[in-house]
């Protein structure tokens, strides 16, 4: 079953502008974590933010987590077209098991 | 430094036909490991989990087995392969322990005719 569900489903922006993205999940979680994953590639991790951290930065990277919510949103500033590529949150519910959501397509126009 | 290996990288196989899939980590011992399906333009569904040699956690029913003969390799097989294996196959692995991250290897396409 998936647990997160990214939102939007896709999204285009021009080099230079910020990308936000949105995770939501369903259960109580020990950490969340985003990855990316360029086309027909592996994933690739990015960050990770435990769930009693509200806000974590990495580089151009900044994500922030709502456990009364149960959301996280991904913000990528001054976006570059090495960017584009599709995010996914993933959670830990129990364990190190990871559950993934659909994913946000990202795509950045030089 | 880690590295994580998987062959072959794109398959073509018929229904009906066996399947196995390898995976590998370098430079790391004991990790947990995992194997992921991915249908296209879909997020990714958890296979196998195994956190040591032997020890396999299946979970969804389905077609499909996994094995860990050796710490760092990873099988995935099929005696029969359905049109609905059809996917990305990943493999990843991780520390354990309090270290949730995890790597992922450059991923298998195969596609059953």
């Known amino acids: 079953s998936q647990q997160g569900e990214e939102d939007p489903q896709a999204l285009s922006i021009q080099e230079g502008e910020n990308a936000t993205m949105n995770c939501s999940y369903k259960?109580?979680?020990?950490?969340l974590q985003w990855y990316r994953q360029n086309s027909g590639r592996g994933l690739v991790h990015l960050i990770l933010?435990?769930?009693?951290?509200r806000e974590k930065h990495s580089g151009r990277l900044r994500v922030t987590l709502d456990t009364s919510k149960k959301s996280s949103s991904l913000l990528i500033t001054a976006s570059r077209a090495a960017d584009t590529a599709s995010y996914f949150c993933?959670?830990?519910?129990?364990?190190?098991?990871?559950?993934f959501g659909t994913g946000t397509r990202l795509q950045v126009f030089p | 430094s880690q590295t994580i290996h998987q062959w072959p990288a794109t398959l073509v196989q018929p229904v009906g036909s066996p399947l196995s899939l390898e995976c590998t980590v370098e430079?790391?011992?004991?990790?947990?490991l995992y194997w992921y399906r991915q249908a296209a333009g879909r997020g990714l569904q958890l296979l196998f989990y195994?956190?040591?040699?032997?020890?396999i956690s299946s979970e969804v029913p389905q077609n499909l087995s996994a094995s860990r003969p050796q710490d760092r390799q990873f099988i995935l097989s099929s005696k029969k392969l359905l049109l609905s294996d059809s996917g990305f196959y990943l493999c990843?692995?991780?520390?354990?322990?309090?270290?949730?991250?995890?790597?992922f290897g450059p991923g298998t396409r195969l596609t059953v005719t």
């Open positions: 195994s956190v040591g040699i032997g020890q």
């Open positions: 990843a692995w991780s520390e354990g322990g309090d270290s949730y991250e995890q790597y």
């Open positions: 933010i435990r769930s009693n951290e």
């Open positions: 430079g790391t011992s004991n990790p947990n």
């Open positions: 259960t109580s979680i020990n950490n």
């Open positions: 993933a959670t830990a519910p129990y364990g190190d098991k990871l559950i």
